[in-house]
């Protein structure tokens, strides 16, 4: 029923069947992820803060004329740069090394 309603109202605003499409693909996209057990408040960030982001990037960008150096080139700039890698690597050591001591425990028990 909820998605019988969430469709007329997505068809009323642009009367295309192409976001009747769209709004199915993300349905499928979402139940998927919900699936996997992906957390919801990064995605939501994601969608809140990427158009903000894209804007100061492009501004970024033609402040420095299209160098992609100013992306890296100051120390408070490399310092995120690194904590972003980190932030994401983390989760994946946390798993590897749980599986590590799941197949210790395994050998030695």
């Known amino acids: ?5 969430t469709g007329i109202g997505v068809y009323a605003v642009h009367a295309t069947t192409f976001d009747l499409f769209l709004m ?7 139940y998927i992820l ?3 057990d992906f957390p919801l ?6 969608f809140i803060l990427g158009g903000l982001m894209e804007q100061n990037l492009r501004r970024a960008l033609s402040i420095s004329n299209g160098e992609l150096g100013i992306l ?12 972003t890698v980190l ?15 799941q197949r210790a425990a395994m050998t030695h028990g």
Not at 24 to 30: A, M, R, S, T, W
Not at 87 to 101: G, H, N, Q, S, V
């Open 1 to 5: 029923m909820i998605a019988i309603i």
């Open 24 to 30: 199915v693909g993300i349905g499928i996209f979402g």
């Open 34 to 36: 919900r699936k996997l």
């Open 41 to 46: 408040s990064p995605i939501l960030l994601g």
């Open 72 to 83: 890296w080139a100051s120390p408070i700039t490399l310092g995120v740069w690194v904590v």
């Open 87 to 101: 932030m994401m690597l983390f989760p994946l050591i946390r798993i590897w090394r749980k599986r590590a001591k």
